[in-house]
C-alpha cells in the first residue's frame, strides 16, 4: 500500500474526497478483517482519471459452508463525474477487479450529489450529473444497493463567512439555545487519549438509549486514535460543573470536517451542551481550513415517522441544508451468489445486531 501522505494526496486530487477514502481509514479496516486494494487508474496520455480505496474481504455466507468475497469502496471511487468518459471508463475499471478478484459483487457509494434541499420542497435543486451517473450504472449493470451502509442523504453545514453569518444562518431556537447553553455554564474543551474509553461509555449509553447498533469498544478506539495521531480528529467534551454530559469526534480531511461520532448522556439536557458543542466544533473545523462541516446523516423519508427526524431538525437548525446522494450500488460479478447473497444478508444482520446489543450493555455495564 503506498505511502500514508502520498495517498492522501492522491485522494484530495478529487472532488469528493473524503475522510473514508483516506489512507488512515483502510490501516484502521486492515485491523479488522478487511484487505485493501487502493486503486489509480490513467488514461491512454498516463494521466490520473480516478482513484478508489477499495476493501476486500472473505467470509462465510452465514450458515452455509461457503466462502463469500466482496469489495466495497466507501465513499468512492474518486471521479470526476462531471466527465461521461471519465466515469464510464472508472465504473468499468472496477466491474474488472471484481471480476478478477472472483468477488460476489463490489459495491460503491460515492459522494454524488442528485439534488440539494429536501425531497418535494420547493427549494430542492437538482444535479444533472448524478441523475447521469444513474443511467450509466443501471445501463453498465450496476443495482441499486438493499444494504447502505453509509448514510444516503445527510446535512452540510457551511464555514464561509463570519461567525455572525453563521448565526444568521441558524434558526432562531438554534441562537436561543446556544446562548442559553453559554449562560448556564457549560464548557467544552478539547479532549486526549486519556478521554476515549468515557467517550466510548457515553456512545455506548447513547445507542441504547436511541436504539442503534454499535461495534465493540475496540474498534471505536481503533478509530479515534489512528486518526487522532494523523492530525485529522479531535474529540470535543462539553462538561457542566466538571461533569461530562456529551461529546464528538471531529474528523477533518482536505477543506471538509465531519460529524461521524456524537455522544451524549441524560443529564443536565436543559442546560443544551450539544448546542455549544457543535458550535465549538464548528470554530475548530474552520481554524483547521474546513470550509464545509458534514452532520453526517438525514432521513431517508423526510417525515417525523422517520428514526432520524428529530436528529435532522437539530443540524437544520445549526443552518444546514440536505445533501441527496446517488446512495450504494452494486455490480453483482457473480450473479447467482449475489442473489443468495443478498437474501440471507437481512436474516446475518438481525443476528448481529441482536448480538451487538447484547455486547454493548455488557461493556459498557449498562
Known amino acids: 500500500m503506498p505511502e500514508a501522505s502520498q495517498w492522501n494526496q492522491t485522494v484530495l486530487q478529487y472532488p469528493g474526497s473524503h475522510i473514508l477514502q483516506t489512507w488512515q481509514w483502510g490501516q484502521v479496516k486492515q485491523d479488522y478483517g478487511w484487505d485493501v486494494l487502493p486503486q489509480v487508474y490513467r488514461d491512454d496520455n498516463g494521466e490520473q482519471n480516478s482513484a478508489g480505496l477499495v476493501l476486500r474481504r472473505t467470509q462465510r455466507l452465514g450458515p452455509l459452508p461457503i466462502q463469500a468475497r466482496v469489495l466495497y469502496v466507501p465513499r468512492g471511487p474518486l471521479v470526476q463525474w462531471e466527465d461521461r468518459d471519465c466515469r464510464l471508463a472508472a465504473l468499468q475499471n472496477l466491474q474488472q477487479l471484481a471480476r478478477e478478484q472472483n468477488a460476489i459483487f463490489i459495491k460503491i457509494d460515492p459522494e454524488v450529489i442528485v439534488a440539494t434541499g429536501i425531497p418535494g420542497d420547493e427549494n430542492e435543486l437538482y444535479n444533472a450529473t448524478g441523475e447521469q451517473v444513474v443511467q450509466d450504472l443501471r445501463q453498465l449493470g450496476w443495482r441499486f444497493s438493499p444494504d447502505q451502509i453509509q ?131 464548528m470554530e475548530r473545523a474552520r481554524q483547521y481550513g474546513c470550509t464545509c462541516y458534514d452532520l453526517w446523516g438525514a432521513p431517508d423519508e423526510f417525515n417525523e415517522n422517520d428514526s432520524m427526524w428529530n436528529v435532522y431538525r437539530f443540524k437544520e437548525g445549526l443552518g444546514g441544508s440536505v445533501a441527496q446522494t446517488i446512495g450504494a450500488w452494486d455490480y453483482p460479478a457473480n450473479p447467482g451468489m449475489y442473489t443468495l447473497y443478498t437474501r440471507l444478508l437481512p436474516k446475518i444482520l438481525n443476528w448481529m445486531r441482536r448480538r451487538g446489543v447484547q455486547r454493548t450493555r455488557s461493556e459498557a455495564g449498562l
Open 151 to 281: 448514510f444516503r442523504n445527510t446535512v452540510w453545514l457551511s464555514l464561509e463567512g463570519s461567525q455572525e453569518d453563521w448565526l444568521g444562518r441558524m434558526k432562531q431556537k438554534t441562537r436561543y439555545n446556544l446562548r442559553l447553553a453559554r449562560r448556564k455554564g457549560v464548557q467544552v474543551r478539547t479532549g486526549s487519549e486519556d478521554d476515549l474509553a468515557l467517550l466510548y461509555r457515553m456512545y455506548a449509553e447513547t445507542s441504547l438509549r436511541d436504539g442503534f447498533v454499535i461495534r465493540p469498544e475496540d474498534y471505536y478506539l481503533d478509530v479515534w486514535r489512528t486518526f487522532m495521531h494523523a492530525g485529522l480528529a479531535e474529540p470535543l467534551i462539553a462538561e457542566v460543573e466538571g461533569e461530562a454530559v456529551a461529546g464528538l469526534v471531529l474528523f477533518h480531511f482536505g477543506q471538509k470536517a465531519w460529524y461521524l461520532y456524537g455522544m451524549s448522556r441524560p443529564v443536565h439536557r436543559e442546560r443544551m451542551p450539544n448546542y455549544l458543542l457543535q458550535w465549538t466544533a
